[in-house]
């Protein structure tokens, strides 16, 4: 936006909450009632911040739950109503009063709000490298939380090791992408599940050994044991349900499975939600069930490691990783309501 001509800063904002397990953006309204902050009007310690994207990720939709209908593994987790959502974003620093930022400087937060300029404290933002041959937004995907989140679970929970198999569900999605690339990378087989012809044939051709569409597979333990005949060593799951529990009936002793997500039931009605009925095998198998969250990991030298990683990686042209872009803030609900219908394909950024 040129505050030359258009002073007007766009927001979306939280105006109802969502009952567990319904998907709408009739939740959100568009407010274009208020100005970009002056310069003048920040206090030590803030700065003023140009969004320039912002990441969607199927976690957000807990947050549309209101404060009775609380997911009970993230107490105390609804939005504010009447204020601007907001998620993990980047954005150029355009006025400073913290001795930390200078104007120009590239940014991440995992609080940015979902509008055109926001203010800022210094403390909620990451300085980003001013390597402008790496584009901003990759920040939010190849170089952001989902690739770190991958590392965590290849690497780091997964203890993945050459030669052994791994499975991946959501294989064409934000995290499932680079589990598959990084865990091929190290020698691994892998194989995909993922939910459409098309989708399927992405995550092979990032090198998948061989790809399960869950839609159209019929029993899951029976596809999963056609696929990996000689058992699963590393399970990172992203959707829990049905296929977590087909999966522990193909693990192999020692297996590690990774717990990274839960599409079945971010948001879900939860008194809905039929329980996992295999997990007697963990005891046979004495297999362990690890679950990852990149937040407490950031400033950590694991952090470090994968960011020197990725950054290679990225630099060298040897990581496909597909982005699911949209055009303009206004798109930004409709691009948190489509994962949960299948309508994502790869990583959701939103370019303002």
Request: charged share 20%; glycine share 10%; aromatic share 8%.
């Amino acid at each position: 936006m040129d505050t030359k001509f258009n002073n007007t800063n766009t927001r979306i904002v939280l105006r109802e909450y969502v009952p567990p397990g319904i998907n709408t953006t009739t939740c959100f309204s568009v407010d274009k009632s208020q100005q970009v902050p002056s310069p003048d009007s920040l206090t030590d310690g803030q700065v003023l911040v140009k969004v320039f994207a912002l990441s969607i990720d199927p976690h957000l939709r807990i947050y549309l739950l209101a404060p009775e209908d609380q997911d009970p593994v993230v107490p105390q987790s609804s939005h504010p109503l009447g204020e601007a959502f907001a998620s993990i974003g980047v954005g150029i620093v355009t006025a400073s009063k913290s001795s930390k930022f200078a104007v120009g400087d590239r940014i991440r937060s995992v609080t940015l709000p979902w509008q055109d300029y926001a203010v800022m404290d210094a403390t909620n933002l990451i300085k980003l490298p001013a390597d402008e041959t790496i584009p901003l937004q990759d920040y939010l995907g190849v170089l952001g939380m989902p690739s770190f989140t991958a590392y965590l679970g290849v690497v780091t929970a997964g203890k993945a090791k050459a030669g052994e198999t791994l499975l991946v569900s959501a294989a064409s999605g934000a995290v499932g992408q680079m589990v598959v690339q990084l865990a091929k990378a190290r020698g691994l087989r892998v194989i995909g599940i993922a939910g459409s012809e098309e989708k399927t044939a992405r995550v092979k051709s990032i090198g998948a050994d061989q790809v399960i569409n869950y839609k159209t597979c019929g029993d899951y333990e029976q596809a999963i044991k056609a696929a990996a005949p000689g058992g699963i060593d590393v399970y990172f799951d992203a959707v829990g349900g049905s296929i977590l529990d087909a999966a522990f009936l193909n693990l192999n002793a020692g297996a590690r499975v990774v717990l990274c997500g839960s599409m079945t039931t971010f948001g879900a009605d939860r008194s809905k939600i039929t329980g996992i009925k295999n997990l007697d095998t963990l005891i046979v198998k004495e297999a362990t069930v690890q679950g990852i969250f990149w937040y407490p990991h950031l400033g950590t030298q694991v952090e470090t490691d994968f960011f020197e990683e990725a950054t290679r990686l990225v630099k060298q042209g040897k990581v496909d990783f597909k982005v699911d872009e949209r055009t303009g803030l206004e798109s930004a609900p409709q691009a948190l309501v489509d994962p949960y219908e299948g309508k994502n394909f790869g990583k959701i950024t939103v370019l303002l």
